[in-house]
């Protein structure tokens, strides 16, 4: 594996498990430093130290993220202990699907607060720390369903096509800064969360209608935002990308 992220630090919400998780394990094989961040303070204990056992740096925080204060006591710790703060991955949500007379004030709430209200936070606290880096890359996991109507999904969909809208605004405003803001849109992936909204039978129709004919696995969703975080991306911002297996271009 190239060491595409020496000498980075990056901070990963939602770490403890499913993509997150993925996401820490990726960079820290590429020299990352890693920052881990969940609201499950113990499971983000335990994915630290399997990667210090790996010989990684990385450290847990506990927190809930749809509070600006846990963004900048993270982003705070990580400056002070390694120098300096360069990327951070808006990964973490909590999700419910169900009917529009479903939706109670407390479920939305909480999907808006993980995964709206967070990235704004994140993006606030993690830019300014980034500008006094010199630059960074802000990666946020919205999703295919940012693009698309998924039914009993008003709320997840209006939070990822939220994330979109953003993305693409802070990196007009953070890219005087070398700061780039990219999103990364997944297709169904399995993971610990999916599991409680997604039933096997949903899975073998959506495995039917993709392109390349599988789920996505938490190591796609991984390596892309390896590349969005890394220099090899350095011309690309206010991004979108649809990492699928093409299931949202095939109108089958
Ligand atoms: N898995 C998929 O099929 C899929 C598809 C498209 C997009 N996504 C996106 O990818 C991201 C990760 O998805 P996943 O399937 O790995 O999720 P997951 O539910 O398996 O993991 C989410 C993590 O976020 C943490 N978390 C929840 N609420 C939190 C809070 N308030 N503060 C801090 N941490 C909190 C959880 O503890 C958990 O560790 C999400 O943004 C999701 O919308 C996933």
């Not at 130290?49 to 450290?59: E, I, N, T």
């Not at 300014?128 to 630059?135: D, H, I, K, L, Q």
């Not at 007009?172 to 169904?188: E, H």
């Amino acid at each position: 594996m190239q060491a595409r992220l020496k000498g980075k630090v990056a901070l990963v919400t939602g770490g403890a498990q499913g993509i997150g998780r993925a996401i820490c394990e990726r960079f820290a094989a590429e020299g990352a430093t890693i920052g881990l961040l969940d609201i499950k303070g113990e499971n983000a204990e335990q994915a630290a130290r399997s990667l210090r056992d790996q010989g990684a740096q990385a450290v847990a925080y506990a927190g809930d993220v749809a509070q600006r204060a846990t963004f900048e006591n993270a982003v705070q710790d990580l400056e002070r202990q390694f120098g300096r703060f360069d990327i951070l991955v808006n990964n973490a949500i909590w999700v419910r699907y169900g009917p529009i007379d479903a939706i109670t004030p407390e479920t939305l709430a909480r999907m808006t607060g993980t995964g709206f209200h967070s990235v704004v936070w994140g993006t606030q606290v993690g830019a300014a720390a980034m500008a006094r880096s010199g630059g960074g890359s802000i990666v946020n996991i919205a999703s295919a369903a940012g693009f698309l109507g998924i039914p009993s999904g008003m709320v997840y969909c209006g939070v990822k096509a939220g994330v979109l809208g953003l993305t693409r605004s802070a990196a007009v405003d953070l890219g005087p800064q070398g700061i780039r803001v990219n999103a990364i849109c997944p297709g169904s992936v399995v993971t610990e969360g999916v599991r409680i909204n997604v039933n096997p039978d949903m899975e073998a129709k959506r495995i039917a209608r993709t392109p390349l004919g599988r789920l996505g696995q938490v190591g796609d969703i991984a390596a892309a935002a390896s590349f969005l975080a890394s220099d090899d991306s350095s011309f690309v911002t206010g991004e979108s990308l649809l990492v699928d297996g093409g299931v949202t271009h095939a109108l089958l």
